[in-house]
């Protein structure tokens, strides 16, 4: 069975410091991968997805950037946080065989200071 | 461009019947989605729609869809207090195959 994982759970860092938050998926091979952002009492915001290594779509123009430096590995990263990119960071992947459905990992939830 | 519609509240008696609702813009959407997100978490797939159908029943769970609408309802039977939690209804987006979210219903089960 497929399974997402999204670590750390919580973060809390100062303004202008760097983020990096990882997300992996076991199970499957070659899905599209995605990262978005939950503002709080808020729906979610697509930021950034992939469908292959190395390929980014960046959805928002922000602070943010996205990696994929492997098939089922997500890195979504920035070099200096600002305070508006507190937030749930939700990671999804969807296979493509099965476009209908994408699964959600149980997300990050970041706050800056 | 796309945009996803949701009221923001609903209360209801345990027992009850919920039915959430959501409005659309984007025609060409192939699936149509309902997710549930409890205090904390991320969220679980529910249940979704392809976009040729009217319906769709799962357990406690019945879907309509309008398509000349753009109306989507979610409907939970004999809800229960563990069905508290926000409720998105999404839409693909057939170019990026992601998601646009609505931006939830709360749904509050009183005992």
């Known amino acids: 069975s497929q399974t997402i994982h999204q670590w750390p759970a919580t973060l809390v860092q100062p303004v202008g410091s760097p983020l990096s938050l990882e997300c992996t998926v076991e199970?499957?091979?070659?899905?599209?991968l995605y990262w978005y952002r939950q503002a709080a009492g808020r729906g979610l915001q697509l930021l950034f997805y992939?469908?292959?290594?190395?390929?980014i779509s960046s959805e928002v123009p922000q602070n943010l950037s996205a990696s994929r430096p492997q098939d089922r590995q997500f890195i979504l990263s920035s070099k200096k946080l600002l305070l508006s990119d507190s937030g749930f960071y939700l990671c999804?992947?969807?296979?493509?065989?099965?476009?209908?459905?994408?699964?959600f990992g149980p997300g990050t939830r970041l706050l800056v200071l | 461009g796309e945009d996803v519609e949701q009221s923001l509240f609903l209360s209801v008696r345990e027992g009850d019947s919920s039915v959430i609702n959501c409005t659309y813009t984007?025609?060409?959407?192939?699936?149509l989605y309902w997710y549930k997100q409890e205090p904390g978490a991320g969220l679980q797939l529910l249940t979704y729609?392809?976009?040729?159908?009217d319906m769709k029943q799962d357990q406690r769970l019945t879907v309509l869809l309008n398509k000349k609408d753009k109306h989507l309802s979610l409907r939970i039977a004999d809800t229960q207090t563990g069905d508290s939690a926000i409720y998105f209804c999404?839409?693909?987006?057939?170019?990026?195959?992601?998601?646009?979210f609505g931006s939830g219903t709360r749904l509050q089960v009183q005992p």
């Open positions: 992939s469908v292959g290594i190395g390929q």
């Open positions: 999804a992947w969807r296979d493509r065989r099965r476009q209908e459905t994408q699964y």
């Open positions: 199970g499957t091979s070659n899905p599209n």
């Open positions: 999404a839409e693909e987006d057939t170019g990026r195959r992601a998601l646009t």
């Open positions: 984007d025609s060409s959407s192939t699936y």
């Open positions: 729609i392809f976009s040729n159908m």
